[in-house]
């Protein structure tokens, strides 16, 4: 992709949805940082459906540790590696309590310090929590960025540099949304949707599937 169909790819993306936002549910930060912790080869869905359960009860660190290992496992065993998953929130919490006040770092350093927190993790809290132009990339973005040309990569973080150098900083704050909601709905992975695409004709993915005219 050339910079300006870079340019031109953002700019529908933006024109079809300027205000993107996670698909998780959250109403604090700390909920947030819970809800992609959680998230980790799970679905938003899946996330959502537990987090339901969860976040009425225990929706806080000290209400998570009040809570205990049992009592969080029931609320989240709907969720792929929630024993897992479970020790991690919980070992997390007692570091927010201990290290941080009970509140969420604004640090890179710090996010990726605490129990079951990556680096596509704390990409997402930056970004969402504080509004940092971060790129979390997960597997829609991965396969997103490397079937179109926008910034192929063999490895996330090889992709994640890409993203950052070539999309232009006006996007980059809103550009992980786009490109997981494009890779979740539109360029999915068993066959991209090419026909129903609004940003095919600057993408290099060939061959492109019944296209409209």
Request: one cysteine or more; proline letters at 7%.
């Amino acid at each position: 992709m050339t910079p300006h169909d870079i340019e031109q790819f953002f700019a529908t993306l933006h024109a079809a949805n300027p205000t993107p936002v996670t698909e998780l549910e959250y109403t604090s930060v700390f909920e947030l940082l819970a809800a992609v912790l959680l998230s980790a080869q799970a679905t938003d869905v899946g996330v959502n459906k537990a987090t339901r359960r969860l976040y009425p009860v225990a929706n806080t660190p000290q209400k998570i540790l009040a809570l205990g290992l049992e009592g969080l496992e029931s609320h989240i065993r709907t969720i792929g590696l929630y024993r897992t998953k479970a020790k991690n929130l919980l070992a997390t919490c007692q570091i927010l309590v201990e290290q941080h006040g009970g509140e969420v770092p604004r640090t890179r350093e710090a996010l990726q310090a605490l129990p079951g927190v990556g680096r596509k993790t704390a990409n997402v809290v930056l970004n969402v929590a504080f509004g940092e132009p971060t790129m979390a990339v997960d597997t829609h973005i991965f396969r997103v960025a490397n079937r179109t040309g926008l910034a192929p990569g063999k490895t996330p973080d090889k992709v994640e540099q890409g993203l950052l150098a070539r999309v232009p900083p006006r996007y980059l704050v809103d550009a992980h949304h786009w490109l997981i909601l494009h890779g979740r709905y539109v360029c999915q992975a068993r066959k991209p949707q090419c026909w129903r695409c609004g940003v095919a004709r600057w993408c290099d993915y060939q061959p492109k599937s019944a296209l409209p005219v």
